[in-house]
């Protein structure tokens, strides 16, 4: 067998393919209930669970993609936390490599916009470009988070305009942030803390953008073309890229921001960088990368894409 493993924020999804044929056996549980960031620590944790899926087969390979491992040195410090407990080949990459993996795109640029925001893309194996991941307080721009931040400011201009409640966005932002009043905008966003629980209200965006909110199509369009400008910043630092495959739970869900970002790349970069939405499940990049490792190629998945090019 082949496993492949998404380590995302929220969960992780490990997958074991028969190589001979057969049904893929799939995994999923909470990435808190067992990531502790310390590497050995996770690696043991992870080989744990790949022994019980795989109930005694023997493995050809591991493919791990993972959040957070944002530099080479990361991604080999994982690495060698597993190496150091299995034989087993194995290569450890950001998980936002995984979807232009999963779509045959080797080498090229993988745009996360979930939680957070990522552009990441591997020109060769000695050779890692990272843009953004700089979580929701200063960057994350086109995340969910990053999103909600934005309203929030925008909002707080519009109302230093001398604007006030009626606009669609502004009354999204109060209804779902539960806001008591005009001075406490801020404040009610800073005490929510986490990125994960800042996400959870951008849906209130698109929402004021479909009633007609001209604020809100601001945010989403400039989100969109946030997350155009970090692929652009891979492509201007070399990467050579000719595809930027877009996935994640905000961009896959929201056409709005997704054609904002095919329209700012495809502006950014004179058309040269295809861009390809992703709507499968970035584990089968991570049997992908396992599958390489072998010379042996992955079972076709059942990935779902579109693509502006």
Known sequence: MIVGIDIGGTKTHLRAQPLAGGPDRDLLVPSSQWRTRNWDQDAGALLAMVDNLVEGAPLAAIGIGAHGCDDSAECEAFRSAFAARTGTPLSVVNDAEL??????FAEQIGVVAGTGSIAVCRPSPQSMLVAGGWGWIIGDEGSASGL???AVRAVARHFDRGGGRGEPLVEAIFETLQVPSV????????????????????????????????LAATVIREGGRALAEM????????????HAVAGGSVIAAQPLLWRAFAAALSEATGGRIAAHLFTG?????????????????????????????
């Open 148 to 150: 909600v931040r934005e």
């Open 99 to 104: 979807m232009p993996l999963a779509l045959g």
């Open 183 to 214: 001075p406490r905008l801020g404040s009610t966003l800073s005490e929510l803390r986490s990125a994960a629980t800042v996400g959870r209200h951008a849906t209130a965006i698109f929402q004021a953008a479909e009633a007609g909110s001209a």
């Open 231 to 242: 692929a652009a910043l891979l492509d201007a630092r070399g990467a050579g890229a000719r």
């Open 281 to 309: 499940d970035p584990v089968e990049g991570a049997c992908r990368l396992a599958a390489s490792l072998t010379r042996i190629p992955a079972a076709d998945g059942a990935s779902s894409a579109s693509a502006l090019s």
